[in-house]
């Protein structure tokens, strides 16, 4: 039976712990996880595919990746040990076409320089994977993953997996006798290339994601601008496109084939556009063709990002202003340096400084994508 209570008795400790509100929000419960640790984790795999694109692209401008002929996912992480092994590896390499055709000058020294960006290209891929599989272990045993985030972490384990398959299937096109093929084939490359920037956008996302919580994202989501939103999806795919283009250009050494701007060779088209048979090799094989195509969508897509660049200055968002700047800012840098790559014939340097630019660029339109969705909160008077 309750006791009467005078009114000015004060409340217990436990009924004050009765009657303390819940902490966090119904939208919060659930989700839990080590969201900090994991979106740390990612930034470390999100740095680690950026130093693969980088290093991918050095292998692709130093003719290196046919210098290792098989694929040998275990074993191959092993590099030659002797002499004897060197010598296995190098007479691997001079049975096929590269070799025979373009590299028969080669001494063993000179193979040894080509073998080690291979090796180092593909060991970082291995790392990559061992780093994902540990970092989702880790997390998934102590059941720190946040609610829905599973199949997130595993999808990009699954395309980490079908990129060293990609890969492979890549370097096989260029591992042939008596073909004449002296180089990877150039629409292999671009689905190389193309995933691996799949894989670095899937990534950064979940990092965006990851930096706020589930509350605020929600919250967030109400202010969005839709419009901005769509727009900015448009212009993440027509980078992306880009990119894809500019592989193809890689993929054949078309950046070294006209060396003028705007003109190539002294014309608006370049001489002989249908040169080979059948037609649709052109637009993979044919240099000229090639370069005309990723010249010619560069100024479409700069074209479309003026046109999202003003639609995102008339954001509300502070933050999301700025971010739209930054990636148009980013675009016409890379436009430069794309001018720049051609007029010097596509040197080295430059070369891997356009391709680092492009993870750049994509990375600030994703970013900005990301904002016009999820608006950071800013005051009455910023806004």
Sequence with gaps: MSQKRSIFEDVSDGDKKQAEAPKGGVIDRGTG????????????????????????GLTRLTDSGLSITEWRPVTGAIPPMDQAAWQAEFDKYKQIDQWAIQNQWMELSDFKQIYWWEWGHRQLG?????VWFLGFAWFLLRRQIP?????????????GGLQGAIGWWMVASGVTQGEGMISVASYRLAVHLGLAFV??????WYILLLGRSERDLMQARRGGEAKLFSLSTGLLHAAFLQILLG???AG????????????MGGQVIPPDPTALEPAWRNLFENPGLVQFIH???????????????????????????????????????QIVIGIVTVLYAAPLHIAIVHQIM??????????????????????????
Excluded: C, E, H
Aim: proline content about 3%.
């Design 126 to 130: 291995r790392a990559i994977g061992l």
């Design 247 to 249: 592989a193809l250009v």
């Design 295 to 333: 010249r010619v969508w560069g100024y479409l897509l700069l074209a479309f990002a003026v046109v999202v660049w003003l639609r995102g200055r008339k954001s509300a968002n502070g933050g999301t202003r700025f971010a739209f700047n930054a990636a148009f800012a980013a675009l016409l840098v």
């Design 33 to 56: 996880g080590a969201r900090g640790a994991i979106r740390g984790w990612l930034m470390v795999l999100f740095a680690l595919v950026v130093l693969m694109i980088a290093v991918g």
């Design 147 to 159: 609610a829905g985030w599973v199949p997130r972490l595993v999808g990009i384990g699954a395309l």
């Design 358 to 383: 492009a993870v750049l660029v994509w990375s600030l339109i994703l970013r900005a994508r990301f904002l016009s969705r999820f608006p950071l909160p800013q005051s009455i008077r910023k806004g």
């Design 199 to 204: 894989i670095l956008g899937f990534i950064g």
């Design 252 to 263: 054949i050494d078309a950046g070294r084939s006209y060396t003028d701007w705007p003109l």
